[in-house]
């Protein structure tokens, strides 16, 4: 979680087991009703609904329909991870250069989008991709195609539109990875003789490893899980997983294989998260220096 | 020297297209158009006349304001739980914590859908508030415990050894000064619920809608540009909350 000062076990008055139970009893009871009673309720229905069996599980992996989902989203995750990490990495590199006001207006660059509603995002890219859109518009004045092109709808578009929406939670961990190195390793690789490409080689991308396998590991959950974006920018040609369970709930009502699907796709979260064994540092998200 | 250009190139892929829209929601053509053509405040009049549109932005105002406040309170009090606290299983409270921002938000929200529905409480302003602290709950909790950690807690062992009770010296030294992270904490947590789109995708029901839920469906069966108006009042308003965060933020580093 959030490194905490050696100082501060010093002062401060410490609660008794007992009143720290007593302070932590809202917020149990509140992710009992919102978090741990429904997940458990659904991976129920999953394995338990009508009997106990492992027949929606095996649905999942046996139809090549869904399998074919499942591939699909890992393959799209794959790719947003690998553009958002292309994109993000010379930006977070400027902003651990820069100071002042001009890395206020930086972070504000990464914070607004990341905090404007994923729907007025992925509006906007409607509105800019659509057949009569803004960058079919800017084309065709440009006399570089001659019709409109279809773009929404489109694994390229769905990957796009991703990655403009996930970027901003690869740039944060990158940046908070790349300002702590300091400039004297940079400084006394080149007065070695090492050139720019050498430096990055040897040392930036070591000491930014850390930063890279937290934004890749955050953007690749949330891409993994997306449901917004690729529901209204793809078509049935790009349905990912979380489009495929929102159809078994509300169309289908087929609670017990939407139920195996979330259970896939929360095993999988959960490996990977301990996997990498590191807690997501969400005070990146919230706060900067 | 290449390097920075192409950052600069992508800051302005980041904000170019939410940036877009707000000239364009002033054009007066009915399809979408840039540069827009003519000046109107039609799409934003044609917003307000709307009971739909305003009913919905006032039902998810009164979630949003109702979870800031549930999701401050309930954070405020683990986290000082969590901190000073002798709390057994602290792990697994740590894990429960951050939970709901590993879980991905399509399952949380089918689980709730499934829960809430046998409960009533789709469509109801208890069961969106309870759904949004729960999602809300990892950021209000980060913000405060960093604030908790900054806060010299020496000055709170001062009052504490000066005669004051462990509540008076809480009520009177530590709370004044981490107001400023939990106020942005309710921030974070008015802004979370505010512009949650799928949990109230499932949760909402016929006349109960979130604005998110409006916006995902007038987005998916009719591109109007009073869309267009509504994206660029919600990204104004997120604008003048990051400034106010940030405005609080410099207020709470004290020397």
Redesign the interface.
């Known amino acids: 979680?959030?490194a905490?000062?050696r100082?501060?076990l010093?002062?401060?008055?410490?609660?008794?087991?007992a009143?720290?139970?007593l302070?932590?009893t809202?917020?149990?009871l509140?992710?009992a009703?919102?978090?741990?009673?429904?997940?458990a309720?659904?991976l129920r229905?999953s394995l338990f609904v009508p009997s106990f069996s492992t027949a929606n599980y095996q649905k999942v992996f046996d139809e090549p329909v869904y399998l074919r989902v499942m591939v699909r989203t890992l393959r799209i995750s794959i790719v947003v991870t690998a553009v958002t990490l292309l994109?993000?990495y010379?930006?977070a590199?400027?902003?651990a250069r820069t100071r002042g006001l001009m890395l206020?207006l930086?972070l504000?660059?990464?914070?607004?989008?990341l905090?404007?509603?994923?729907?007025?995002?992925?509006?906007?890219?409607?509105?800019?991709l659509?057949r009569?859109?803004?960058l079919n518009?800017l084309l065709l004045g440009l006399g570089l195609i001659k019709t409109p092109m279809q773009m929404l709808r489109t694994d390229g578009a769905v990957v796009l539109a991703m990655s403009?929406v996930l970027?901003?939670f690869m740039v944060l961990p990158l940046y908070a990875a790349l300002r702590v190195i300091p400039d004297d390793y940079v400084r006394a690789a080149r007065m070695l003789g090492a050139g720019s490409l050498s430096v990055f080689r040897h040392v930036v991308l070591p000491l930014s490893l850390s930063g890279i396998s937290a934004g890749c590991l955050m953007v690749f959950?949330?891409a993994?899980?997306?449901?917004?974006t690729p529901a209204?920018i793809g078509g049935p040609q790009q349905m990912m997983?979380?489009t495929l369970?929102?159809q078994q709930?509300?169309e289908l009502l087929n609670?017990p294989f939407?139920g195996a699907l979330?259970g896939v796709?929360?095993a999988f979260?959960?490996a990977l998260?301990l996997l990498f064994n590191r807690?997501?540092r969400?005070?990146r998200?919230?706060?900067h220096a | 020297m290449v390097?920075?250009a192409?950052?600069?190139g992508?800051?302005v892929?980041?904000?170019l297209?939410?940036v877009?829209?707000v000239p364009?929601s002033f054009g007066s053509d009915q399809?979408?158009?840039?540069p827009p053509s003519g000046f109107t405040l039609h799409w934003y009049a044609a917003y307000f006349a709307d009971a739909d549109w305003i009913d919905a932005t006032l039902f998810s105002v009164r979630i949003a304001l109702l979870t800031a406040l549930?999701a401050t309170?309930?954070?405020t009090?683990?986290s000082?739980?969590?901190v000073?606290?002798?709390?057994?299983l602290k792990p697994a409270?740590?894990l429960?914590v951050?939970?709901?921002?590993?879980?991905?938000?399509?399952?949380?929200?089918?689980?709730?859908?499934?829960?809430?529905d046998r409960l009533r409480l789709t469509g109801t302003t208890f069961g969106f508030v309870?759904?949004h602290?729960?999602l809300a709950?990892?950021?209000v909790v980060?913000?405060i415990?960093?604030s908790l950690?900054r806060f010299?807690?020496?000055?709170?062992?001062?009052a504490?050894s000066c005669g004051a009770g462990?509540l008076q010296?809480?009520a009177l030294v530590?709370l004044p000064q981490i107001t400023p992270g939990v106020i942005?904490?309710a921030l974070?947590a008015f802004?979370i619920s505010f512009?949650e789109?799928?949990i109230s995708?499932?949760i909402s029901d016929l006349n109960h809608r979130s604005l998110?839920r409006k916006?995902?469906e007038d987005?998916?069966y009719n591109?109007s540009p009073t869309?267009?108006a509504v994206?660029s009042m919600?990204?104004g308003l997120?604008?003048l909350?990051?400034l106010i965060g940030?405005f609080l933020?410099r207020n709470s580093v004290r020397p």
């Open positions: 979680m959030i905490r000062p100082s501060f010093l002062g401060g008055h410490r609660y008794s087991p009143v720290s139970l302070l932590a809202p917020f149990l509140m992710i009703l919102s978090f741990i009673l429904p997940l309720m659904l229905e994109l993000a010379p930006l590199t400027l902003m206020g930086l504000l660059s990464v914070l607004l989008p905090w404007t509603s994923v729907l007025v995002r992925t509006y906007a890219w409607l509105v800019l659509q009569n859109g803004v518009d403009h970027l901003p959950l949330m993994m899980g997306f449901f917004v209204l997983l979380a369970v929102q709930v509300t609670w939407a979330v796709l929360l979260v959960l998260v807690v997501v969400l005070d998200f919230v706060g | 390097v920075n192409i950052a600069y992508i800051t892929f980041l904000l297209p939410t877009l829209i364009m399809y979408l158009r840039f549930v309170v309930v954070g009090l683990v000082i739980a969590l000073r606290g002798r709390l057994p409270f740590e429960l951050v939970g709901p921002v590993i879980v991905p938000n399509i399952a949380l929200a089918i689980a709730m859908f499934l829960v809430f309870a759904a602290t729960a709950m990892p950021f980060f913000t415990l960093a950690y010299d807690a020496d000055l709170e062992r001062a504490l462990p010296a809480f530590t942005s904490a974070f802004i512009d789109p799928v995708f499932f998110p916006m995902f987005i998916d591109i869309l267009a994206a919600l990204t997120t604008l909350a990051l940030h933020k």
